[in-house]
């Protein structure tokens, strides 16, 4: 077997020796396979014959496959729960309690058989077979006989994108969506509120959207600008993602960045107000006020509300960027200290330690509702509630200071997985290729507390959908394989070759990418 292991080139070079028939499919994918082996059977030939046949529970996953087989080549190939002995596309499950994403791809001149450890198994050995396919108009192609066995390296595979600064319709989200289910991303995190905007309906708390949805410029553009989505809006777009294995996870950050909070009721501020929803980047002085029953009650009502209409284990809580000059000087805040008791010590202070008591406070509210709470690497900052997960984006010091404290970290280090930053000259193709995601000194052991790595897509600078695509594509093919592929199956001239197949994908689809390196060119 293992002088069957079929590299890239090796497989290439099968492909391009294979009889002429039609166009050929190429496995050559992003993210890399674990391992492909090359058969010895002639190759499958997909065309209008083909039929797709699907055991109990795999129609929707069958009608995805028909559809991206059609949306890539124009072939139709008909869905059938009856088995047949040749010309299929065969899906199932196996059960099995590890690797549960994992999956075996297997192609014979007969039949292709698909094998999921789980439905979404075969979700992805449905994507490797989508982006194996040649793009274009084609009567029959021909899918290279191989055995296929794959499973991701993370188990959080994530990406994020900020309605906030910029909102988006339901439609694009969707489609953004499709864009990461592409690249076998498994976890949306979705930033809902910040100073600039509040997205998402909370029905006890109306003001949040008839006013904090709503800015009346942007940085001196005179235009208004706002949105939200309704609740209904949102179960669709979450059973849009589960339908396609891919967990949202809100963002409602606090207790900063909380200016369109403020605007909607001043009275969970320090101050009283006036406030206003903020029309430049950047946030002001103001944030909850931690000292108020008012504000823990408003807490209550928002979380009440998200955590009834996402069904995710996580909720992320933000916990970033929270100025404390107003707790300094606000009396309710200073008592609130004084109750509890805290004192400053040499590494936080007082204040420091209220956002801690502010953050676990929440924390414990949401477990009792069964659910785990995640916030960015300032939640360390003060002390970390009992079952925390930490962002890590500032470097990778956050994650490794959380896993020595015995709690969870994804990883989005600024300097590879921001992708607001500028793709020519700051935060290249290559450069996010190039994250390792093991912190230094960490063993098997501490790596277990690394769920995963994460783009976060920030978009002050990216008024239309288009512009977000440009700045997520192609990172989010590097990206990729650091999430999903092995260490020893990545290779960067291999990705780039790789990647130009994956560009016609794009094409196919009419994404908006980035043509900023020399395969482009």
């Known amino acids: 077997m293992k002088n069957r292991i079929v590299t890239i080139i090796g497989l290439f070079a099968l492909l391009s020796t294979a009889s002429a028939a039609g166009p050929k499919a190429d496995f050559?994918?992003?993210?890399?396979?674990?391992?492909?082996?090359?058969?010895?059977?002639?190759?499958?030939?997909?065309?209008?014959?083909?039929?797709?046949?699907?055991?109990?529970?795999?129609?929707?996953?069958?009608?995805?496959?028909?559809?991206?087989?059609?949306?890539?080549?124009?072939?139709?190939?008909?869905?059938?729960?009856?088995?047949?002995?040749?010309?299929?596309?065969?899906?199932?499950?196996?059960d099995t309690s590890s690797d549960a994403e994992g999956y075996t791809l297997t192609v014979d001149k007969k039949n292709i058989h698909i094998v999921g450890n789980s439905p979404?198994?075969?979700?992805?050995?449905i994507q490797t077979l989508r982006k194996a396919l040649p793009a274009g108009q084609a009567s029959e192609v021909e899918i290279p006989s191989c055995i296929v066995e794959d499973s991701p390296r993370f188990a959080y595979r994530g990406v994020h994108l900020d309605v906030v600064r910029h909102f988006f319709p339901v439609d694009s989200v969707k489609r953004y969506i499709d864009i990461i289910a592409l690249h076998n991303v498994n976890r949306f995190h979705w930033h809902l509120t910040d100073d600039q905007g509040w997205r998402v309906e909370i029905k006890s708390r109306p003001r949040l959207t008839s006013v904090g949805a709503y800015r009346k410029q942007t940085?001196?553009?005179?235009?208004?600008?706002?949105?939200?989505?309704?609740?209904?809006?949102?179960?669709?777009?979450?059973?849009?993602?589960?339908?396609?294995?891919?967990?949202?996870?809100?963002?409602?950050?606090?207790?900063?960045?909380?200016?369109?909070?403020?605007?909607?009721?001043?009275?969970?501020?320090?101050t009283g107000g006036p406030y206003g929803v903020c029309e430049v980047w950047g946030g002001p002085a103001d944030v909850l006020?931690?000292?108020?029953?008012?504000?823990?009650?408003?807490?209550?009502?928002?979380?009440?509300?998200?955590?009834?209409?996402?069904?995710?284990?996580?909720?992320?809580?933000?916990?970033?960027?929270?100025?404390?000059?107003?707790?300094?000087?606000?009396r309710a805040c200073q008592a609130k200290?004084?109750?509890l008791g805290i004192v400053p010590d040499k590494k936080h202070s007082a204040e420091q330690k209220l956002q801690?008591?502010?953050?676990?406070?929440?924390?414990?509210?949401?477990?009792?509702?069964?659910?785990?709470?995640?916030?960015?690497?300032?939640?360390?900052?003060?002390?970390?509630?009992?079952?925390?997960?930490?962002?890590?984006?500032?470097?990778?010091?956050?994650?490794?200071?959380?896993?020595?404290?015995?709690?969870d970290a994804i990883l989005?280090?600024?300097?590879?997985?921001?992708?607001?930053?500028?793709?020519e000259k700051v935060t290249q193709i290559d450069k996010v290729y190039s994250l390792n995601p093991v912190p230094e000194g960490f063993d098997s052991e501490k790596m277990t507390h690394i769920l995963g790595v994460q783009a976060n897509v920030w978009t002050e600078y990216m008024p239309t959908f288009g512009r977000v695509q440009y700045m997520l594509l192609p990172r989010l093919a590097a990206l990729s394989e650091v999430q999903w592929s092995q260490p020893g199956r990545m290779d960067y001239s291999?990705?780039?070759?790789?990647?130009?197949?994956?560009?016609q994908i794009y094409d196919k689809y009419g994404y908006n990418y980035a043509k900023v390196i020399d395969i482009f060119k």
């Open 28 to 94: 050559n994918v992003i993210p890399v396979p674990r391992t492909i082996c090359a058969g010895t059977s002639a190759p499958f030939v997909l065309d209008s014959n083909t039929k797709i046949y699907y055991e109990e529970g795999q129609k929707r996953n069958a009608a995805f496959l028909q559809q991206y087989i059609t949306d890539i080549t124009g072939i139709v190939p008909e869905l059938t729960d009856r088995p047949r002995k040749r010309g299929t596309i065969s899906l199932r499950v196996k």
């Open 120 to 125: 979404a198994g075969v979700f992805y050995a």
């Open 289 to 330: 006020c931690a000292g108020k029953d008012e504000t823990m009650q408003f807490l209550q009502d928002v979380f009440t509300e998200i955590a009834g209409l996402f069904p995710s284990q996580y909720i992320h809580i933000g916990g970033d960027e929270c100025p404390k000059q107003r707790w300094k000087e606000c």
């Open 412 to 423: 989005s280090p600024t300097s590879h997985c921001y992708f607001d930053y500028d793709q």
């Open 494 to 503: 291999a990705f780039l070759q790789r990647l130009r197949h994956l560009a």
């Open 337 to 339: 200290i004084k109750e």
């Open 356 to 407: 801690s008591y502010v953050m676990v406070s929440v924390e414990k509210f949401l477990a009792a509702k069964g659910r785990k709470v995640i916030g960015w690497d300032e939640i360390l900052e003060g002390g970390l509630g009992p079952d925390a997960t930490v962002h890590s984006w500032r470097g990778m010091g956050g994650a490794v200071e959380a896993v020595k404290q015995g709690h």
């Open 219 to 270: 940085a001196g553009d005179g235009t208004p600008h706002g949105g939200f989505y309704t609740q209904d809006e949102i179960r669709d777009i979450i059973r849009y993602a589960q339908e396609r294995y891919i967990t949202i996870i809100p963002e409602i950050d606090i207790p900063g960045h909380s200016a369109a909070a403020l605007a909607s009721y001043p009275e969970i501020g320090c």
